[in-house]
């Protein structure tokens, strides 16, 4: 019994020095999943906010609160600080990672675009 248990200990030890690297892009992934998604939503609804005030909304360092209250989007967990900034016509909405692998990169969109662009190799 004891025999197996070492074996199972090394197998263990040995897969996770193998899947360790891994798993940390595959988590970073996952993190910006929910960026993208998040500025998605903010392009969505800058469009409507546009349609309603003729103007768009702007915020350096966006909370989940702001965004909630003046877009109407509700930001569930906090991976990324957010920002909307002015740009020519139009905004860059911007989602900065505030750890891990990627910590200080970037997704951004413009409102001319929703196509997304990412900073960190680890999310693409």
């Given at each position: 019994?004891?025999?197996?248990?070492?074996?199972?200990?090394?197998i263990g030890i040995v897969s996770f020095?193998?899947?360790?690297?891994?798993?940390?892009?595959?988590?970073?992934?996952?993190?910006?999943?929910?960026?993208?998604?998040?500025?998605?939503?903010?392009?969505?609804?800058?469009?409507?906010?546009?349609?309603?005030?003729?103007?768009?909304?702007?915020?350096?360092?966006?909370?989940?609160?702001?965004?909630?209250?003046?877009?109407?989007?509700?930001?569930?967990?906090?991976?990324?600080?957010?920002?909307?900034?002015?740009?020519?016509?139009?905004?860059?909405?911007?989602?900065?990672?505030?750890?891990?692998?990627?910590?200080?990169?970037?997704?951004s969109l413009t409102s001319a675009s929703?196509?997304?662009?990412?900073?960190?190799?680890?999310?693409?």
């Amino acid at each position: 019994m004891l025999e197996i248990l070492i074996v199972v200990i090394v197998i263990g030890i040995v897969s996770f020095i193998t899947i360790g690297p891994g798993y940390k892009r595959t988590f970073e992934r996952e993190k910006a999943l929910e960026g993208v998604n998040t500025l998605q939503l903010i392009y969505n609804a800058q469009k409507r906010y546009h349609f309603q005030n003729n103007k768009y909304y702007f915020c350096n360092g966006c909370t989940p609160a702001e965004l909630n209250d003046n877009l109407g989007i509700l930001i569930n967990r906090n991976y990324f600080n957010y920002s909307v900034e002015a740009a020519g016509d139009g905004y860059t909405a911007a989602a900065k990672r505030t750890d891990g692998i990627c910590k200080d990169r970037k997704i951004s969109l413009t409102s001319a675009s929703s196509n997304v662009i990412k900073e960190c190799d680890a999310w693409k």
